[in-house]
């Protein structure tokens, strides 16, 4: 085998766990979900881009006298609500697709039922087990293995290829951000330099206006000619 292609196998893990890491990570998290007669909301945030797959798998805890419900929304301006589900139990899998740039949050509340003491209420909560999976970690590559009936070096590549997408659509949103910022700071800086502009003729104009003014009001003394 020629010396260059040695290397060029040898760089290949290098470069597949580089984008690995610069992939969306999958996220992971357990908590506690006190439970109230009128819960507040506990979101979990994480960034997606538009037309993204992310895919929520909810584990519940045991909990008597409690209802959790869940909800997954974007914090878009438009506040988009992708679904709503009541009362799950158990391991509860749902998936959605991003609509807009920004963050995919998992919201949940704890219900408490109104037959439970007040006393009793700060002794109830559920324990949550969430991940959440998105872009191509949320793609099952062993189902579509199956389906298209390919090889363990075939499935690699097309892990590879949907991180490469991924990757790619990444430093395009970084490249129109940075457009965008570019294209703001300009326009900041015209406004900037037009303010200062005027600040200085308006400085100039009430200048000469006091000149004439107190010339005027000399001439009215008879302190000057």
Same mark, same amino acid.
């Given at each position: 085998?020629? &010396? %260059? ?9 290098? #470069? ?7 992939? %969306? ?5 357990? #908590? ?17 881009? &538009? ?25 878009? &301006? ?29 919201? #949940?509340?704890?219900?408490? /039922? %109104? /037959? ?15 991940? $959440?999976?998105?872009?191509?970690d949320a793609v099952d590559y062993n189902a579509i293995a199956n389906q298209e009936s390919l090889s363990g070096l075939e499935t690699e590549m ?21 457009e965008r910022f570019q294209t703001t700071n300009l326009s900041t800086n015209i406004r900037v330099q037009n303010f200062a502009w005027f600040s200085?003729?308006?400085? $100039?104009?009430?200048g000469m206006w006091q000149i004439f003014h107190l010339r005027a009001f000399f001439k009215r003394k008879w302190l000057i000619d």
């Open positions: 085998m020629p &010396p %260059h292609s040695a290397r060029t196998l040898s760089l290949l893990p290098i #470069f597949a766990l580089l984008l690995l890491l610069l992939s %969306h990570p999958t996220s992971a998290i357990k #908590f506690n979900l006190p439970a109230y007669r009128y819960p507040p909301a506990k979101c979990i945030w994480n960034a997606a881009h &538009p037309n993204a797959l992310v895919i929520v798998t909810a584990n519940v805890g045991p909990g008597q006298d409690q209802r959790v419900d869940i909800e997954i929304i974007d914090s878009s &301006p438009q506040k988009n609500v992708y679904l709503h589900k009541k009362g799950i139990k158990g391991e509860t899998r749902l998936a959605v697709t991003a609509h807009s740039e920004g963050e995919v949050g998992v919201c #949940f509340r704890n219900y408490l /039922d %109104h /037959d439970v003491p007040s006393q009793e209420a700060k002794k109830r909560s559920r324990v949550i087990d969430l991940d $959440v999976d998105i872009g191509a097309r892990k590879l290829e949907g991180i490469i997408k991924e990757v790619v659509d990444e430093l395009q949103y970084l490249k129109t951000r940075e200085i003729l308006a400085l $100039v104009l009430l």
